[in-house]
Every structure is written in structure tokens, then in C-alpha cells.
């Protein structure tokens, strides 16, 4: 059973516009979450985290929510550019070794021109 | 700094060939890991190592066996090759300092084909 779960296979947005990618997790105790952006042919790369002991945090046009008690958290791209268009992947590392993550199936994310 | 390299980008093999896909890092990370990415599934833990001479199971460890002997380097091995094993495979590397801030790097992947 999948520990980080995101539900929408792919998000299709206009240039300018607000992009919202959901992730999903199972348990309550994870305390640290990740987000990585993948171009095709390429490796995924380190986006933005957020630690449990906030709700949000901010890195220019990126921004991570996070929902405790609904075990959701949330990427915010404003305003969305054709360069965002990718795979994202949100990913929590294990409780008891943070060196093993568990990644979500991901988000490809469409920026229309 | 060529930070994580992988080989080969390409790989069509036969059913029960054997072969290797090489992994280095020079970035001195302690925390090295092999992922394989398929349709739906999203990045599935295969084996990691947490430094030289030391590997662990992940995920999906079947079918794959890795060894460390140096910091650099984090070869995946497949004994005899399965079409099951067909997917794009990753390996990433962390510091490993902390649970907190604990970022992996990824290399640009091998696309594997398995007939």
C-alpha cells in the first residue's frame, strides 16, 4: 500500500495562472515532506521541503502547504511558466530511516502558452 | 562537479542476460540508493547503501543485488534479466547528516528494455 499517494496523473494549467499539485499520506507520523520536479530524460531534482512543525513554506513562485490533520499537502506554483511544465513527485522519508523515501506516483503537470 | 553519473542511458537485453548499470557520485555523499521509476508507480526504493560496505534492501530489492566498496561508487546488478525488470532506473545520493534537510541528488537515469 502506497504511503504517498497523488491522485491526479497529470494538471493542465494556463500560462499566468495558479498551478495546485496534491499529495496525499498515510501516516500521521511523517514529519517531513519533499518535493522534486522531473523534465523527461532527465533525473528528478530537489524542489522544496517542508518540516511538520510548520504549514507553509515559500521559495519564490513555489509554495508547500501542509494539512496535518487531513494528512495532505499541496504545491503552489504562481504564476505558472511554460518552463514548469514536468513530472512532480512529493516524497517523505521513512520514520525510522530517513534515508529510505517513499515517493508519490507523480503529477505531470501541462503550462499552456 | 559532475555530481551523480550514470551508465549506460540505454540498455536492450534478452530475457536471462546478466548485466551491470553503473552509478558514481563525487559529491563524498555517505547515502547512496537505486530507484526504478515505472508508469503509475511513481519512484520505487530498490536497494541503498548508508556507506562503503554497507547495503540494505528497499522496496523492490528482487531480482537485483548492489555492492559498495568505495564512497563513489553504487553498481546495480541483474543476475539474469526478466521482462518484469523493464522500467527507467535511478540512483541518488544523499548526505546523510540528518532527517531533516536530507535532499537526494538523482543521476539522469538508465532506460531498460528487457525482451
Known amino acids: 500500500d502506497q504511503q504517498v499517494k497523488q491522485n491526479s496523473p497529470s494538471l493542465s494549467v494556463q500560462e499566468g495562472r495558479i498551478s495546485i499539485l496534491n499529495c496525499d499520506y498515510t501516516n500521521s507520523m511523517f514529519d517531513y515532506f519533499l518535493w522534486y520536479k522531473k523534465y523527461p530524460a532527465e533525473g528528478p531534482t530537489f524542489l522544496i521541503s517542508i518540516s511538520s512543525i510548520k504549514d507553509k513554506n515559500e521559495d519564490g513562485r513555489f509554495t508547500v502547504f501542509l494539512n496535518k490533520s487531513a494528512k495532505h499537502l499541496s504545491l503552489h506554483i504562481v504564476p505558472s511558466q511554460p518552463g514548469d511544465s514536468a513530472v512532480y513527485f512529493c516524497a517523505a522519508p521513512d520514520l525510522y530511516n530517513f534515508n529510505k523515501f517513499y515517493f508519490g506516483s507523480g503529477t505531470k503537470l501541462n503550462v499552456k502558452p | 562537479n559532475a555530481g551523480v553519473t550514470q551508465t549506460p542511458k540505454f540498455q536492450v537485453l534478452k530475457t536471462g542476460q546478466s548485466m551491470t548499470l553503473q552509478c558514481a557520485q563525487d559529491?563524498?555523499?555517505?547515502?547512496m540508493s537505486w530507484y526504478r521509476q515505472d508508469p503509475g508507480m511513481g519512484l520505487r526504493l530498490i536497494h541503498y547503501s548508508v556507506g562503503a560496505g554497507i547495503t540494505d534492501q528497499g522496496e523492490v530489492p528482487n531480482g537485483y543485488n548492489v555492492s559498495r566498496s568505495t564512497t563513489e561508487d553504487f553498481p546495480l546488478r541483474l543476475l539474469s534479466a526478466a521482462p518484469s525488470q523493464t522500467s527507467v532506473y535511478f540512483c541518488?545520493?544523499?548526505?546523510?547528516?540528518?532527517?531533516?534537510?536530507?535532499?537526494?541528488?538523482f543521476g539522469p537515469g538508465t532506460r531498460l528494455t528487457v525482451l
Open positions: 541518488a545520493s544523499s548526505y546523510s547528516k540528518a532527517h531533516v534537510g536530507n535532499e537526494q541528488f
Open positions: 559529491m563524498n555523499h555517505e547515502y
